[in-house]
């Protein structure tokens, strides 16, 4: 195992080269599908909210994008216009609502999180084999200790005081084992 400040510098390399594929892919990737997508900003932030904590109530929407109530409920009506969210009764309170991610909705933030990474299927094929090999055993390697590490965090189905998954809750890692 290497020293704790080797580690820790490898860390920080891997997060470097990380953030530089990102910019890198940022600088090549077309933006048609976020230019076709018409919601506001605030609208997006409100959809990335209930997509990653599942069914969540609106008032934990509000609070997460920073908004008033009566400005989420707006943000809720266009998001549900648009067929991306629906809202529905809290059984547990009555004074409560609740609200999820439609298939559509699902569908949208899906392809989002994944345009960008298929930007790298050229430059993957430019790698050697050993390299690809290497590379796809460490990020299996990444794609575990999150997962284990979430469920250490929260078990499955857990859901905290408020009634909602933390932000601890990590999705998209299908066909990753």
Same mark, same amino acid.
């Given at each position: ?83 991306l969210v629906v809202r *529905? ?13 439609? *298939?559509?909705? *699902? ?10 990474? @298929? ?5 993957? @094929? ?52």
């Amino acid at each position: 195992m290497p020293s704790t400040k080797r580690r820790q510098s490898e860390i920080e390399t891997i997060e470097r080269l990380m953030a530089s594929i990102h910019q890198s892919i940022t600088a090549v990737a077309p933006p048609e599908l976020w230019l076709r997508i018409d919601i506001s900003m605030v609208q997006l932030k409100a959809l990335c909210v209930i997509h990653h904590l599942g069914e969540v109530r609106v008032g934990n929407v509000a609070r997460a994008v920073g908004l008033s109530l009566n400005a989420t409920t707006t943000v809720l009506d266009r998001l549900e216009q648009k067929r991306l969210v629906v809202r *529905k009764p809290d059984d547990s309170d009555r004074r409560a609502v609740l609200v999820h991610v439609t *298939k559509g909705g *699902k569908e949208l933030m899906q392809q989002l999180l994944v345009s960008s990474t @298929q930007m790298l299927t050229p430059y993957l @094929q430019l790698i050697g084999e050993e390299d690809i090999e290497s590379l796809q055993r460490g990020l299996s390697a990444l794609v575990v200790a999150i997962r284990d590490a979430d469920a250490v965090a929260q078990p499955a189905g857990a859901h905290s005081q408020s009634g909602v998954r933390p932000y601890g809750r990590h999705r998209g890692m299908a066909g990753v084992s």
